[in-house]
């Protein structure tokens, strides 16, 4: 009896998935769910900080790459119309001189032998120019905890493992749809004038706007918008466009701000913190977001946390700076689409805590 009553319910399920869709409910989590809980409707984890949604399994350190099933790859090359392409990283020396005094990019060529053979050595820091932030880049503060419960010390000293390590999203891949807001090309339209080296702060009400001047509804789609699970969300402040346009001795000035003798502080125009937009980045369920500008969210934070944390260690969701999305924002204006294919391969490095993004995106 209880073996029919048990199939009797498997049974109930299956005609309820298939209806309704397959709502992720227990942890682990399958990826393939049609339906999460949102961030109010997050279940409690034991030991986990507020908000926490380690939902994927103790040994996870892909967090929302997860959602970047087969099925969801597969349809996100539907997203391939024309087959043009634009690469989305800077290149390596750019900025020349990074911000939050990180290393400059050295290169060096090496001779093996004269007029026949040659090599590269490069010197770098992975965070100073086109980036993923891993989830050993920023912990939840009050609690010094990275993604998953991951520690200090398992990312340096006697202990140290590779819990977090960015060579796991390497192994996992990171191919999908991806959404371009463009919200320096809505701002021009409407006469907002900014400096994206200033704390400019872009609203989840801004976004609004600027999805329904492209046409985009940025609800997710549970709530009758276009954001599907799964997609990659990539914002254009114009970063890159104003880096171009000042002069190498100001560029300088603007990245050195804060360090040494330099006056003021570090100043760049980013995501507001707040609580609307809080809710929206973690109840569309983005597989990873990133922007143009080298802090994604506005620098300095008036608030009392940052949007890192929430994104990083607490959700999971790789969070992705200084990307180049001018020549991406110019296919999508000619094509008059804002959707395309997404790959990106971040290195392959066992204890790696970030990586160049190393992207293109496929209209």
């Known amino acids: 009896m209880t073996d029919a009553l048990s199939r009797a319910a498997r049974r109930l399920s299956q005609v309820k998935d298939s209806i309704m869709g397959k709502v992720a409910t227990t942890i682990p989590f399958d990826p393939d769910s049609t339906s999460f809980p949102s961030r109010k409707e997050l279940p409690k984890i034991a030991g986990a900080p507020e908000d926490a949604a380690w939902v994927w399994g103790p040994d996870d350190y892909v967090g929302r790459l997860n959602l970047l099933t087969p099925t969801r790859v597969k349809a996100a090359s539907a997203e391939i119309k024309t087959g043009e392409m634009a690469r989305l990283d800077l290149p390596l020396n750019v900025p020349e001189q990074p911000a939050f005094g990180r290393e400059k990019f050295e290169h060096r060529i090496k001779v093996l032998h004269e007029n026949v053979a040659y090599d590269d050595i490069y010197h770098l820091n992975t965070q100073s120019g086109t980036q993923w932030d891993g989830f050993r880049h920023f912990a939840h503060i009050p609690t010094t905890t990275f993604y998953n419960n991951t520690k200090g010390s398992d990312i340096l000293g006697p202990t140290a493992n590779h819990k977090c390590s960015i060579h796991h999203w390497s192994a ?95 100043q760049w125009a980013g995501l507001k913190q707040e609580q609307a937009m809080l809710n929206w980045l973690h109840d569309c369920y983005f597989a990873a977001v990133g922007g143009d500008a080298p802090a994604f969210e506005r620098w300095p934070t008036p608030e009392t946390y940052h949007l890192h944390e929430y994104v990083l260690a607490l959700w999971g969701m790789p969070l992705g700076e200084m990307l180049d999305l001018e020549k991406a924002s110019e296919l999508a204006k000619k094509n008059k689409r804002w959707t395309f294919f997404f790959s990106s391969a971040p290195a392959n490095c066992p204890g790696g805590v970030s990586s160049h993004v190393n992207a293109t995106a496929i209209f």
């Open 172 to 266: 996992h891949g990171f191919s999908g749809r991806a959404v371009l807001l463009d919200y320096r090309s809505y701002a021009n339209a409407h006469g907002i004038k900014y400096d994206t080296a200033t704390p400019y702060a872009i609203s989840f009400d801004d976004l609004v706007a600027c999805g329904k001047y492209q046409g985009l509804d940025i609800r997710p789609a549970s709530q009758g918008g276009d954001i599907r699970i799964g997609d990659i969300l990539l914002i254009r402040s114009g970063w890159t466009e104003d880096y171009y346009r000042r002069t190498p001795e100001e560029r300088a000035r603007l990245a050195s701000r804060g360090l040494d003798s330099h006056g003021g502080e570090q």
